[in-house]
């Protein structure tokens, strides 16, 4: 089990790159399974989900090399359409693999993926989307065996703008025979560059950034390389870091447009944010003010990605914040841990009332879900004392070298990887 263990209360000062996005990684690594030959993807992040990925991609027969951020994805010659196990059952997004393959193969197999820590997390809309594009699918025991004759292309509104199903039925559409129309399609920046990137494989993508997508099936794509964009979220993070513990960051590599909503809340809490090209400057000098009310929507709206981080700023300043999630149904798993750290949080369904206090104090604390742990991170950097976050794991799902990162703008942060015998022992 690895740990963190922050000293808090230390100004963040410098400047951070910002990893590439975990988010936009996954479904690209997910597309290059289209293709019957290379598709190189560039700055891609190094973190469990992404290798968690390469792993499933190898298992299904691709020559995967991942050297500095740069990873080679050969697909020409797949084994199977079968995904493996135990790799879905480590991760949610494995999901969005059936329609590449069914794209590929006409055939996937897969499982149900578990019901995840911060919610439900049905794969209806997905499964929804492709029996409309003429795919049999029947589930039996968990196992989702997916088929066609020949994928159609055809329109739809989806009831919900769902990231992964529109990702998913827009790859599958991507070599479907016809035209395939998606309404009320997602419009996260990580939908945009996944089709500005098919594009450039040679798929033909229309209405990109729009909540109508037109997709024309094309009968074959080429070898191709894309950059990925930098991770809005993890960026995110990091403000949400200084303004809690005040002081002056600039970070490179992110897209200021993609922050919106999150900018907007930063700066009405008093922080002052600049922003330029492909870089966010932020300034907490002053004692922040409280923010009335956030609400998490779909993009671009405030992220529920964000929701936890957003609530350990919160957490100390003083006055009441309400917080409304309407995405995810159980993402407010880590007020328990944030209250063992002094933190005043009532929670009540879809909301999460905070009471700011002046000071946190260190505490023992474990990481529950991705998100949960950085917002543990953000709270343990303006806490008073030392904070030990056990169970990192989610963390490094989806954060790149966070405590480097941190180290090199102040922070006292310290990762530790407890052997086994030590976790027994303590246990
Ligand atoms: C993606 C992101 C995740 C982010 C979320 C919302 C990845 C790998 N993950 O997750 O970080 O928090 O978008 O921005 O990109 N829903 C259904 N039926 C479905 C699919 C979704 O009811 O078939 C519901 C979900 O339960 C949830 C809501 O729709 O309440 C949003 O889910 P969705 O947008 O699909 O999120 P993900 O793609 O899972």
């Given at each position: 089990m690895s740990v963190l263990n922050i000293r808090g209360r230390q100004k963040l000062e410098g400047f951070l790159s910002v990893q590439g996005s975990k988010n936009g990684a996954l479904p690209l690594m997910a597309a290059a399974?289209?293709?019957?030959g290379t598709t190189i993807l560039h700055?891609?992040?190094?973190i469990l989900d992404v290798h968690f990925m390469i792993q499933i991609l190898e298992a299904l027969g691709c020559i995967c090399t991942f050297e500095g951020g740069t990873l080679a994805i050969?697909?020409?010659?797949?084994?199977?359409?079968q995904l493996p196990r135990e790799q879905v059952g480590r991760m949610?997004?494995?999901?969005?693999l059936i329609g590449p393959l069914l794209g590929r193969c006409q055939e996937a197999v897969t499982y149900q993926p578990g019901g995840c820590s911060i919610g439900e997390r049905p794969i209806d809309l997905h499964l929804w989307g492709l029996r409309q594009m003429n795919v049999d699918i029947t589930e039996e025991e968990g196992t989702i065996c997916l088929s066609t004759g020949g994928l159609t292309g055809k329109e739809m509104t989806l009831a919900f703008p769902s990231v992964g199903a529109t990702e998913n039925i827009l790859m599958a559409a991507v070599k479907a025979n016809g035209t395939t129309v998606i309404k009320n399609a997602a419009r996260e920046p990580e939908i945009v560059q996944l089709c500005l990137c098919l594009n450039r494989m040679g798929a033909k993508i229309q209405g990109?950034?729009?909540k109508t997508l037109r997709i024309d099936g094309v009968t074959a794509l080429h070898d191709s390389e894309w950059t990925n964009q930098g991770d809005r979220i993890a960026a995110a993070t990091y403000l949400a870091a200084v303004a809690a513990c005040g002081g002056e960051a600039v970070l490179h590599g992110i897209e200021a447009s993609q922050l919106y909503s999150v900018l907007s809340v930063l700066s009405l809490s008093g922080c002052e944010v600049f922003c330029g090209t492909s870089s966010v400057c932020i300034r907490s000098l002053e004692p922040l003010r409280r923010v009335p009310y956030i609400r998490t929507s779909p993009f671009?709206?405030?992220p529920t990605d964000m929701q936890s981080p957003i609530l350990a700023l919160f957490s100390v300043v003083p006055g009441e914040t309400v917080i409304e999630e309407?995405?995810?149904?159980?993402?407010?798993?880590v007020v328990g841990e944030l209250g063992k750290m002094g933190a005043q949080i009532e929670t009540d369904g879809t909301r999460a009332r905070i009471c700011g206090v002046r000071m946190l104090h260190g505490a023992c604390v474990r990481a529950r879900d991705l998100r949960g742990g950085a917002a543990l991170v953000v709270a343990g950097l303006a806490a008073h004392g030392t904070t030990r976050i056990e169970d990192c794991s989610h963390i490094q799902r989806g954060y790149e070298d966070l405590e480097k990162r941190l180290v090199r703008l102040g922070a006292d942060i310290r990762l530790e990887e407890e052997t086994q015998t030590q976790s027994a022992n303590r246990a």
């Open positions: 399974l289209l293709h019957e700055n891609i992040p190094h050969d697909a020409s010659v797949l084994q199977g359409a949610r997004s494995s999901i969005f990109i950034g729009s671009p709206g405030f309407t995405i995810f149904e159980n993402r407010f798993q």
